[in-house]
């Protein structure tokens, strides 16, 4: 397997592994009410430790989530998540500005790094956990050919639905 | 700040230890000791889950700020000992120097040797000198070590919503 690329590109964005700057305008997103399908709002001791955490992520599996670029300014971040490697990455995604939404970014960015993903490296799965309510990010995942299915959420995320990617149908 | 992305982090040797970089392979004995009652000195007891956000946490913390824990070998079998460096998170009030053994790996005079080590380090590498420690009252074995490290209690402070000592170390450059 190909190991995954540091930078992707799309017509639209750019997306590349996170850098410090990124902390600021990533810790006003997890301090706000838009982080509250992931566990938010988080205090800026908690938002800190999630920004390094995500870099560190690429250090310890040689992949993570992308910080999603537009005009220059990050806006979102995408990509794989894998906390036990016993079972297959998770797919996440979010824009941190609500002004963001609408444009159809974050469905660019995830269908590009799942092609890159899944088409150019060869992974054979991924899971994608979202709450019911979410509605926006549901259809998301609809539009990158994932399918729901009636796994049970995991200990970490109560309530969530789990989508697939790719494995046996 | 892209510098700092890049820069693999840094190893020291002293007589009998290694600091190097967090890695994965650290993970099931981190996630057992933030499991125990011990790590409440340290931001614990914490999960499996935050045990490995932790844990990329410490590595990203490099990226993000150009210094950070190292963990801490023993050169002469590779155990796992704990962790020592300089850390700056939100709600910090300066850059802290920081360290934490494990229970078999007290009474060695290791924690001293670490923090020695990564203390001079971070004057000559990181500019940051006469650095805290933050250190809560009873945590007596660790007060016992910033005196024999020439510190001394500056005034208190809270951590974590927790009350602490402030201790200050002499500048090394003096």
Not at chain 1, 98 to 126: K, N, S, Y
Request: aromatic share 10%; net charge negative; proline share 6%.
């Amino acid at each position: 397997m190909t190991a995954p690329g540091d930078q992707l590109t799309t017509e639209r964005l750019i997306l590349r592994r996170p850098q410090a700057c990124d902390l600021p305008v990533y810790s006003a997103y997890c301090m706000s009410e838009r982080s509250k399908y992931v566990g938010g709002p988080y205090d800026a001791q908690k938002a800190f430790e999630k920004y390094c955490a995500m870099a560190g992520h690429w250090t310890i599996r040689g992949f993570g989530r992308y910080i999603i670029t537009w005009e220059g300014r990050a806006i979102g971040h995408v990509g794989p998540l894998q906390i036990d490697d016993t079972i297959p990455p998770e797919f996440t995604w979010t824009l941190w500005d609500g002004t963001c939404e609408g444009q159809g970014f974050a469905t660019e960015a995830a269908r590009c790094v799942q092609h890159h993903l899944m088409q150019d490296c060869g992974w054979p799965e991924m899971v994608i956990r979202i709450l019911p309510d979410n509605a926006k990010s549901r259809k998301i995942a609809e539009a990158v050919g994932a399918r729901l299915t009636d796994e049970p959420a995991p200990a970490w995320y109560e309530g969530a639905l789990t989508y697939r990617l790719g494995g046996h149908a | 700040m892209k510098r700092a992305m890049i820069d693999p982090i840094p190893v020291l040797d002293t007589q009998r230890l290694t600091l190097r970089a967090p890695q994965a392979s650290d993970l099931p004995t981190l996630t057992a000791f933030y499991e125990t009652e011990r790590s409440h000195t340290v931001g614990g007891p914490r999960t499996a889950l935050e045990s490995f956000t932790g844990l990329t946490a410490r590595i990203g913390h490099w990226a993000v700020c150009g210094f950070g824990l190292w963990h801490i070998d023993s050169r002469e079998n590779g155990d796992f000992l704990g962790w020592v460096g300089v850390m700056n998170p939100p709600g910090w009030q300066e850059p802290e120097l920081a360290w934490a053994l494990f229970a078999h790996a007290e009474g060695k005079g290791y924690a001293f040797e670490a923090a020695r080590a990564a203390r001079a380090f971070a004057s000559q590498e990181f500019k940051l000198d006469g650095l805290i420690s933050y250190i809560l009252p009873d945590n007596t074995r660790s007060a016992a070590l910033a005196e024999r490290l020439g510190a001394s209690i500056e005034g208190d402070g809270l951590l974590l919503g927790k009350p602490c000592n402030i201790w200050r170390h002499p500048k090394e450059s003096a």
